[in-house]
């Protein structure tokens, strides 16, 4: 049975850090692509980043993160990482890792596990 777990939400002031981590179990890990999506109230969930399988060279943001958010992965740990840096308040939204076995994408569809998410909150 495939298991992604976020952790590492809470919340943080403008401008401040969180790490947000994702464990994965019962799937061969390092030949999924993992991506980063968030969700906040009202709104329909939206792609941060992904991290292509394998050595995760290849590695993609949504242009409202860029240079502010790293994705990371350790095959060895079976676990994905978000470092989310210069936080502000449009960042609030419920954050979700998943794995796609087909393609490193911006899109939900093309992702076959996820986890339940983990709150991350910016207070301005």
């Known amino acids: 049975q495939v298991q992604l777990v976020e952790s590492g939400g809470g919340l943080v002031q403008a401008g401040g850090s969180l790490r947000l981590s994702c464990a994965a179990s019962?799937?061969?890990?390092?030949?999924?692509?993992m991506g980063w999506f968030r969700q906040a109230p009202g709104k329909e969930r939206e792609f941060v980043a992904a991290?292509?399988?394998?050595?995760?060279?290849?590695?993609n943001y949504v242009d409202s993160v860029k240079g502010r958010f790293t994705v990371s992965r350790d095959n060895a740990e079976n676990m994905v990482y978000l470092q989310m840096n210069s936080l502000k308040s449009e960042d609030t939204a419920v954050y979700y890792c998943?794995?796609?076995?087909?393609?490193?994408?911006?899109?939900?569809?093309?992702?076959?596990?996820w986890g339940q998410g983990t709150q991350v909150t910016v207070s301005s």
């Open positions: 998943a794995a796609s076995r087909r393609y490193m994408s911006g899109n939900t569809e093309d992702y076959d596990y």
């Open positions: 019962g799937l061969t890990f390092s030949s999924y692509n």
């Open positions: 991290i292509i399988r394998w050595g995760g060279v290849s590695r």
